[in-house]
């Protein structure tokens, strides 16, 4: 994946944020991942254009697999909430995303498999990544933070529910229904 400057991904937030749209394909991310099995995490909040269409998703490896999928290095299914992207969740999110890309990072974590969050902002292929390692309480993840689990909660509750298994959308077995644990 290419590489944004600070300066791109902050005028594709801006886009977003005045307009209430993906502009030109634009990516605005918010994930929680890392850590060991059974608290294993990869929740990806993001809104994007998927099939034409501008929406709000949540995608997280179902839990049925992953496990035996990681370790095998198997791909992994995907279980997916997603509703179509309202413009004022577009104008909130790209804005939260500005103060944290004019910002540092975190730096890297030397501790294998350690927890992170991550803000993403990207188009076209090339994105800008600010990566937080551990468990940080920072200031200044807290209110995108609020934001995703707001919205992770109305996905969850009213969203589109399948799976992504290699690029393919497949029912979620009734039996297994909403196992990813949050």
Known sequence: MDSLSTREAIQIAEGCASSGTLKNGARLEYFVGGG????RRADQFWFH????AEVMELSSPWQVDYDERAETGTPLAN???QL?????????MATLCVPILNG???????VPDAMRREVVVGRDGAELTRAFPGNPRAALLDDIERFAEERIATLKKDGRHFLMDRGKKLPVPSATASTTKR
Not at 49 to 52: K, L, S, T
């Open 49 to 52: 254009v998927r099939d034409g």
């Open 104 to 110: 540092s990072d975190g730096g890297g974590s030397s």
């Open 84 to 92: 179509p992207a309202s413009q004022a969740d577009i104008r909130k």
């Open 36 to 39: 060991v099995p059974p608290h």
């Open 79 to 81: 279980e997916v909430w």
